[in-house]
Nanobody, 125 residues
Framework: QVQLVESGGGLVQAGGSLRLSCAASGRTFSSYAMGWFRQAPGKEREFVAA????????NYADSVKGRFTISRDNAKNTAYLQMNSLKPEDTAVYYC??????????????????WGQGTQVTVSS
């Protein structure tokens, strides 16, 4: 069992930055791929970024490529999402997710085993 807790959300002006954190419980964090998804009001949840369990490969949605960076610190059982050049359309609840030894299908919600409760990110224009 893995529990995920997101933090770091908030209100920021367009062009600003935020760093989201996802703290995981358990001793096998390094065996899980970590993903970030988001859900804007009235829209379906969508993939944002992911990093494989082995740590080498990352994957980004086209809408955030070049602005967002996903990383992980296995010693701290934490994954991060650095968000730069934020836009009003980035406003959403951001969720982190963990998938055991996941290397493919990283963009698919169903591939992940555990989810956090989400953290709100609001970008004002």
């Amino acid at each position: 069992q893995v529990q995920l807790v997101e933090s770091g959300g908030g209100l920021v002006q367009a062009g600003g930055s935020l760093r989201l954190s996802c703290a995981a419980s358990g001793r096998t964090f390094s065996s899980y791929a970590m993903g970030w998804f988001r859900q804007a009001p009235g829209k379906e949840r969508e993939f944002v970024a992911a990093i494989v369990w082995s740590g080498g490969s990352t994957n980004y949605a086209d809408s955030v490529k070049g602005r967002f960076t996903i990383s992980r610190d296995n010693a701290k059982n934490t994954a991060y999402l650095q968000m730069n050049s934020l836009k009003p359309e980035d406003t959403a609840v951001y969720y982190c997710a963990a998938g055991f030894r996941l290397e493919f299908r990283l963009r698919r919600e169903a591939a992940y085993d555990y989810w956090g409760q989400g953290t709100q990110v609001t970008v004002s224009s």
